[in-house]
């Protein structure tokens, strides 16, 4: 008979470490599964949890970022008025050394030409009108309402000799509210050009009808002082006035 050596001591110190053991009943392996099962359904949950956060997430930066690209809410923008092109709206007279020659209507402006009352005379600048409706402006302001160096009010409104001409280049301008958002404006340029004389033009420029005579229906004589158009004329048009010479005198 053999006699025990040191491998026979390994294996009984392996069998000893599995007496008592006990498989585990069918019951017990079942809550196990269970626990597994239950775990990854909470680490689904929590991922779909996750996702849907996300989404919800990206939907509002979606709608938020025009709202907040708009600004705060405010007022609207007025509606800017318009003139009516098939009439002249208002009466140019003579002042300042300048005379009016032409004159064009149209629906956001009325544009009067003017010229040196006397042409051999020493005044040699040019001069132009333009009036605006409610809530429009030239091009050439950007949009700014005009401001600058303060000038006697015209006809009771707000007057100012712009700083920067708007209408053309190297011109002396005046701008004044003929009414409350409508914008007149008086450009001289040349020699003999001058804020006075400009300030003068501007008081000749008055509404249509003011200076005691209705805007004519059918051509007629521009009462003494003024210049008118009919109010039937087209829309864009230039005109010119017509001098009429004094009855003979026998």
Known sequence: MREPDESDDVAARMLGTLRGYEP???????????AVHAGRRRVRARRTATAAAAAAAVVVTLFAVPLLSRGPSGPPDPVAGRFDP??????VGS??????VSYESRRDVQRITLRPERPDGTLRADGLIEM???GRLPPGSGGRVPSGRPAPPVHG??????ATPVLRAGAVELAW?????????????GPGADATRAQHVAMSVVPAGTLGSPPATTPS?????????PAT??????????????????
């Open 86 to 91: 098939g009439r002249h709206e208002f009466q």
């Open 221 to 229: 004589r521009p009462p003494a002082g003024t210049f008118s158009r």
């Open 95 to 100: 002042a300042g050394g300048f005379t009016p």
């Open 233 to 250: 004329a087209p829309p864009a048009t230039t005109s010119s006035p017509r001098a009429t010479a004094p009855p003979a005198t026998p």
């Open 24 to 34: 585990p009943s069918a019951d017990t392996t079942g809550f196990a599964d269970a």
């Open 157 to 162: 409104h707000a007057a100012h000799v712009l």
């Open 177 to 189: 509210q003929w009414k409350p958002g409508a914008w007149g404006f008086v450009s001289l340029r």
């Open 132 to 134: 605006y409706p409610e």
